[in-house]
Antibody, heavy 117, light 106 residues
Framework: QVQLVESGGGLVKPGGSLRLSCAAS????????MSWIRQAPGKGLEWVSY????????HYADSVKGRFTISRDNAKNSLYLQMNSLRAEDTAVYYC??????????WGRGTLVTVSS | IVMTQSPATLSVSPGERATFSCRAS??????LAWYQQKPGQAPRFLIY???TRATGIPARFSGSGSGTEFTLTISSLQSEDFAVYYC?????????FGQGTKVEIK
């Protein structure tokens, strides 16, 4: 079954850290660029970060640059997002998504990150 | 690039036609995608290239437009089509999304 499954979300205090994971199955993970996209409660979608198939090309949204780190392990069919110095405005459902020419043709169900004291 | 969707909410009866719009702040050519999202579910990829349906998407979904004006039409609404629809541009980096149009039952 072709799917993406995120995990690792939870409640964290401002300034804290969290590591999200995304497990891919049913397709050749190492052939695809991947992204993290988030959705704050009641809001629209915001692209967060992107990584190339080999992991050599990485981009971040300005809102997370310097605080978040994207990575992947093709041997484990997994995508990661290390989030440091978390702020209240980072509260959102975080989705991993498979890219194709900068649009997203497969999404996971998401994992909720809540930043609150 | 700023993406603006209208209307924010569209009330439609099952079986009727639904049409809603997406406007870009600068020309995209046809680098536009559409997604459907139901509560608690992952977004579902519908259309790319402004008008090409993704694999498995029913023919009642059609996209049109180019440049800065785009439209998604659902020809005859089924119960499973009531959802929020987002457009996304991929002409310029970074990719950006509209705020969504909620299609609700009238």
């Amino acid at each position: 079954q072709v799917q993406l499954v995120e995990s690792g979300g939870g409640l964290v205090k401002p300034g804290g850290s969290l590591r999200l994971s995304c497990a891919a199955s049913g397709f050749t993970f190492s052939d695809h660029y991947m992204s993290w996209i988030r959705q704050a409660p009641g809001k629209g979608l915001e692209w967060v970060s992107y990584i190339s198939d080999s992991g050599t090309i990485i981009h971040y949204a300005d809102s997370v640059k310097g605080r978040f780190t994207i990575s992947r392990d093709n041997a484990k069919n997994s995508l990661y997002l290390q989030m440091n110095s978390l702020r209240a405005e980072d509260t959102a459902v975080y989705y991993c998504a498979r890219e194709s020419a900068w649009y997203f043709n497969l999404w996971g169900r998401g994992t909720l990150v809540t930043v609150s004291s | 690039i700023v993406m603006t969707q209208s209307p924010a909410t569209l009330s439609v009866s099952p079986g009727e036609r639904a049409t809603f719009s997406c406007r870009a702040s600068q020309s995209l050519s046809t680098s536009l995608a559409w997604y459907q999202q139901k509560p608690g579910q992952a977004p579902r990829f519908l259309i790319y290239g402004a008008s090409t349906r993704a694999t498995g998407i029913p023919a009642r979904f059609s996209g049109s437009g180019s440049g800065t004006e785009f439209t998604l039409t659902i020809s005859s609404l089924q119960s499973e089509d009531f959802a929020v629809y987002y457009c996304q541009q991929y002409s310029n980096w970074p990719p950006t999304f509209g705020q969504g149009t909620k299609v609700e039952i009238k």
